[in-house]
Every structure is written in C-alpha cells, then in structure tokens.
C-alpha cells in the first residue's frame, strides 16, 4: 500500500504562471515533509521542507502547505520558470521521541513542464 | 567538498554475478541509505545506517547487504544479480535520520543493468 501518493505523473504549466503539485499521504504518523527536485541523470536534491506543527513554509518562489486534517500537502512554484522543469517527489517520514526516524518514504513523482 | 560520490555510473551484470555499489560522503554525516528507483516507483529504501557498525532494513531489502565500516563510506552489494534488481541506485547521507531539520544529500545514482 503506497502512504505517500503523488496523482499527478506530469503537470504542464506556462512560464511565469503558478505551479501547484500535490501529495498525499495515509499514515498519521508522519510528521516531516520533503519536497525534492530531480534533473534527468542527477541525484534528486532538497527542495524544501516542513513539521506537522506548520501548515506553511515558505522559501523565496517555493511554498509548500500542509494540511493534516486531509492528510495532504501541495507544493507551490510562484512564478513559474524554464528552470523548474524537472521530477518533483514528495516524501515523507516519522521522527521518533529519540531524535531517530525510519528514513524517507516517497511518491512516484510528478513531470513538471514549464512551456515558454 | 565533493559531497556524496557514487561509483560506478552505469553498470551491466548477467544474471548470478555479484558485485558492490560504492558511496562515499565527506560531510562527516552519520546517517546514510540507499534507495532504488524504478519507472513510476518512486524511490525506495533498500537499507540504511545511522552510523559506522550499524545498519538496518528498509523496505526492499531482499537480494542486498550492506555494512558501514566508516562514516565514510557504505557499500551496497549484490550477491546474486537478478533481473529484477535492473535499477537506478541513489546513496543519499545526511546528519540525522531523514528528518527534523536536516535534509538528505544525495548522490548522482548508479544505473545497473541485469541481463
């Protein structure tokens, strides 16, 4: 069963206008959230996060919103550019009271296209 | 710093060969990992460590051993290729495990190829 689902494979969206790409997720216990961007033959890097105790964060053109009520967090990319073009994962995971946690577990990915 | 560091790039095994995938950290992180892509998979945990002589599984572990000697360094190793382990392989290393108010670094993957 996939706790992190990401339902969206691809996602094409105009230069300059807002990217918004979603995740969900079913376990309750995750309490971390990442987002990571991926170019083709690189590694995926850090995007940016947020804790279960916020529901935004937010890092120049980048927010990302939780809402843990519906068990979904969304990632927006104001103004959209070239650039952004890439694999967008979700990924999640559970921090334990010692400081330690399982690892991250991550969506499938979402193609962001930016058309010129 | 040369960060996280896989080698080799590509690989092609037939099937029953072994080998080991290198990683390499110089960031001094104590928790390390592998993870396995596949198309519309997403990334999956194969093993982790949260330091040098400790490492556990994660959620695809079967076909796979590691071992941490150094913080350096986490080897991944194939001891009898199987088709289904044709995947792109990513090391990824951080200060602590997977969250809080670190991130993961990772490196730039392996693509292995079993026939």
């Known amino acids: 069963d996939q706790q992190v689902k990401q339902n969206s494979p691809s996602l094409s969206v105009q230069e300059g206008r807002i990217s918004i790409l979603n995740c969900d997720y079913t376990?309750?216990?995750?309490?971390?959230f990442l987002w990571y961007k991926k170019y083709p033959a690189e590694g995926p890097t850090f995007l940016i996060s947020?804790?279960?105790?916020?529901d935004k964060n937010e890092d120049g053109r980048f927010t990302v919103f939780l809402n843990k009520s519906a068990k979904h967090l969304s990632l927006h990319i104001v103004p959209s550019q070239p650039g952004d073009s890439a694999v967008y994962f979700c990924?999640?995971?559970?921090?334990?009271?010692?400081?330690?946690?399982?690892?991250?577990?991550f969506g499938k990915g979402t193609h962001l296209i930016i058309q010129p | 710093n040369a960060g996280v560091t896989q080698t080799p790039k590509f690989q092609v095994l037939k099937t029953g060969q072994s080998m080991t995938l290198q990683c390499a950290q110089d960031?001094?992180?104590?928790?390390m990992s592998w993870y396995r892509q596949d198309p519309g998979m997403g990334l999956r945990l194969i093993h982790y460590?949260?330091?040098?002589?400790?490492?556990d599984q994660g959620e695809v572990p079967n076909g796979y051993n590691v071992s941490r000697s150094t913080t350096e360094d986490f080897p991944l190793r194939l001891l009898s290729a199987a088709p289904s382990q044709t995947s792109v392989y990513f090391c990824?290393?951080?200060?602590?495990?997977?969250?809080?108010?670190?991130?993961?670094?990772f490196g730039p993957g392996t693509r292995l190829t079993v026939l």
């Open positions: 990824a290393s951080s200060y602590s495990l997977g969250g809080g108010q670190d991130t993961q670094y």
């Open positions: 460590s949260v330091g040098a002589g400790i490492t």
């Open positions: 947020i804790s279960s105790i916020k």
């Open positions: 960031m001094n992180h104590e928790y």
């Open positions: 990924a999640a995971s559970v921090l334990y009271s010692g400081g330690g946690a399982d690892g991250l577990t």
């Open positions: 376990n309750s216990m995750f309490d971390y």
